[in-house]
């Protein structure tokens, strides 16, 4: 009779000693921005309500798979949004594209005045390009600076 008592006994305080621990907690936050939790409550502190059911060790591993899974798509999503050129990208942008502006008008000044055109080869040769490759060259330069002149 004595052990059903002690069983009884021991059984209400294991469960009210959960409850127990499941008190109060507070969180404040102090003024260089540090945020505290305590079982008193202190000026400016909110009441904070703790779940203290307890953990099954079964679901635990899935549970925590579940968070690294969503810390990591949250990391991808971050990593793969567009990023906000700096001041110093978008300087260094417009000095090279003023530098090939300039470098393409020249070439298209120059391929205007020139009646013939050519390339150098492997041994240093000049090959004159025919019409049609000098309308497509005159043409792909124009294209460039459209592209870096507007």
Known sequence: MHTRIAMFVMTLAITAGGTLF????????????????????VANAQSVAIDSRPTDPKQAPAETQARADAQAQKAEDAAS??????????????????????????????FAQSR???????????????????????????????????
């Open 81 to 110: 949004a567009p990023q906000e050129p700096t001041q110093e990208e978008l300087q260094a942008e417009a000095r090279e594209r003023a530098e090939n502006c300039t470098k393409y008008k020249e070439r298209q000044l120059q």
């Open 116 to 150: 013939r055109i050519y390339r150098m080869d492997e041994d240093g040769e000049r090959v004159y390009y025919d019409e049609e490759e000098m309308a497509a060259t005159r043409a792909r330069v124009a294209e460039q600076v459209n592209e870096y002149c507007n």
């Open 22 to 41: 499941a008190g109060q907690v507070y969180k404040w936050t102090d003024d260089e921005g540090n945020v505290y939790y305590s079982d008193t409550p």
